[in-house]
């Protein structure tokens, strides 16, 4: 993402959002104007996508990651926890793993007594199916992720039979309420403003060349953006290369870009 400089036929020359977007093979772009002189609603999108950028943990299934400080789980906000259980194993491994599992209404964790940074910290969102299975270490907790988050197949051993039975029906409640109002971990508040855009149109605009003096280098997300010479997401007869100015080694730059290019991706003051 980032702001150009356009010419648009309802509102002459003027600051445009511009968001390069890449998925199946596919690019997409889109420009969007405001019909309102004041542009600063383009700022608290880029807020919010750094908010997001910042809040994978809300979505994302994570191993061995820094979730556990000093034995006790970094707790997020707008997280609440219902239940911590010790003396759970984790049977992903021939002999098992002694730890702690806490249950909350963003995901479940579990971490060794032994060793905090041997963890799993499993989102709802990440969650295909819990049930409960016989195993050879006896009946133990199966939750299954998606591919999204995976594909891996988790279990756990918690005794007596009884509580493992309430901790399945606990998960399968709780997983089904997150289901339906989910928690993505991006907050954020806007300040009172009592403009209200007109009614929707569609502006037919001209982009005009960016030069030093632009807002955001646009040529950072072109070259991300840019699936020419790759393969399998690894470029084609790139070699990496020691860089003197940034002091480590990268790959060969494409044609038509320098490192000041990539690297000045906000303006000089």
């Not at 061995?64 to 911590?84: D, I, K, Y």
């Amino acid at each position: 993402m980032n702001t150009k400089t356009v010419v648009s036929k309802l509102r002459g020359t003027t600051q445009a959002l511009h968001i390069l977007g890449v998925g199946s093979n596919s690019r997409f772009e889109f420009i969007f104007t405001n019909l309102l002189a004041n542009t600063k609603h383009f700022a608290s999108v880029f807020d919010i996508y750094r908010l997001y950028q910042g809040s994978t943990v809300y979505r994302e299934l994570k191993l061995r990651s820094s979730v556990v400080t000093a034995g006790q789980l970094q707790v997020l906000p707008q997280e609440q926890l219902f239940n911590t259980i010790s003396g759970v194993w984790n049977l992903s491994s021939d002999q098992g793993n002694l730890g702690i599992l806490v249950v909350s209404n963003v995901r479940l964790v579990w971490y060794a007594e032994m060793n905090n940074s041997f963890n799993i910290s499993l989102p709802y969102m990440q969650i295909a199916s819990v049930r409960i299975r016989e195993s050879k270490y006896g009946p133990a907790l199966v939750i299954q992720t998606l591919d999204t988050g995976g594909s891996y197949v988790l279990g756990f051993r918690i005794d007596p039979p009884d509580r493992l039975g309430e901790v399945y029906k606990e998960l399968l409640s709780l997983h089904s309420v997150y289901t339906e109002t989910p928690i993505f971990g991006v907050f954020y508040e806007t300040p009172a403003d009592k403009e209200r855009p007109p009614s929707q149109t569609f502006d037919d605009i001209e982009e005009l060349e960016q030069g030093a003096g632009g807002e955001i280098n646009s040529k950072f997300t072109a070259y991300l953006a840019d699936g020419t010479g790759q393969e399998g997401g690894t470029a084609r007869g790139r070699h990496p290369f020691y860089c003197k100015e940034l002091g480590f080694a990268m790959e060969s730059l494409k044609e038509g870009y320098t490192v000041k290019d990539l690297w000045d991706v906000l303006p000089s003051q």
